[in-house]
T-cell receptor, first 114, second 113 residues
Framework: AQTVTQSQPEMSVQEAETVTLSCTYD???????LFWYKQPPSRQMILVIR??????QNATENRFSVNFQKAAKSFSLKISDSQLGDTAMYFC???????????FGAGTRLTVKP | NAGVMQNPRHLVRRRGQEARLRCSPM?????VYWYRQLPEEGLKFMVY????????ESGMPKERFSAEFPKEGPSILRIQQVVRGDSAAYFC???????????FGPGTRLLVL
């Protein structure tokens, strides 16, 4: 079975500090793609970052970076210099070359406090 | 370049009525995916379509639900004889190719009274 687990239902961080959101996944496939999506109160799904499993280098996107540990099947998201606008639900997701659907975790609700 | 468009944004139906949800993919995208999100849960895959073809409907309930993506016009997710359990947010996503990043629309919130 292909599953995504986000073990932190809720997290909070002070503005300007750094926070890391955890994600683990399970698949027997060797070629796959990993994603973090953000869902703010507007409930729009916004792509934060994408990582191809065959790439060893961790993806970065401005204040967002990932720690991709393929052997451990771990894909955590680090948010640096947290801003109030980062307050949202964050979903980890992955899809494989052999599947048509993207599998999502249950989400982590992040609150950035002033 | 407009993003993925979905309408209506909010839809209220009484039990037994039909719900029609529309999705226009991003320009140049021919792959469309529908997902359902129940309150406080992640998104669950329903169906994947390319122009005029259903590629994978493994996540869609066998009864009352159908989807299409005609040659011209938006993709339609149709729910017949809605029940309260159908109340959810329905998201559409599109991509250039099957393995490319999926970009999501704003979703349609369906409430069944």
């Amino acid at each position: 079975a292909q599953t995504v687990t986000q073990s932190q239902p809720e997290m909070s961080v002070q503005e300007a500090e750094t926070v890391t959101l955890s994600c683990t996944y399970d698949t027997s496939e060797s070629n796959y793609y990993l994603f973090w999506y953000k869902q703010p109160p507007s409930r729009q799904m916004i792509l934060v970052i994408r990582q191809e499993a065959y790439k060893q280098q961790n993806a970065t996107e401005n204040r967002f970076s990932v720690n991709f540990q393929k052997a451990a099947k771990s894909f955590s998201l680090k948010i640096s210099d947290s801003q109030l606008g980062d307050t949202a639900m964050y979903f980890c997701a992955f899809m494989t070359n052999n599947n048509n659907d993207m599998r999502f975790g249950a989400g982590t609700r992040l609150t950035v406090k002033p | 370049n407009a993003g993925v468009m979905q309408n209506p944004r909010h839809l209220v139906r009484r039990r037994g009525q039909e719900a029609r949800l529309r999705c226009s993919p991003m320009k140049g995208h021919s792959h469309v995916y529908w997902y359902r999100q129940l309150p406080e849960e992640g998104l669950k895959f329903m169906v994947y379509l390319q122009k005029e073809n259903i590629i994978d409907e493994s996540g869609m309930p066998k009864e009352r639900f159908s989807a299409e993506f005609p040659k011209e016009g938006p993709s339609i997710l149709r729910i017949q004889q809605v029940v309260r359990g159908d109340s959810a947010a329905y998201f559409c996503a599109s991509s250039v190719h099957r393995q490319e990043t999926q970009y999501f629309g704003p979703g349609t919130r369906l409430l069944v009274l």
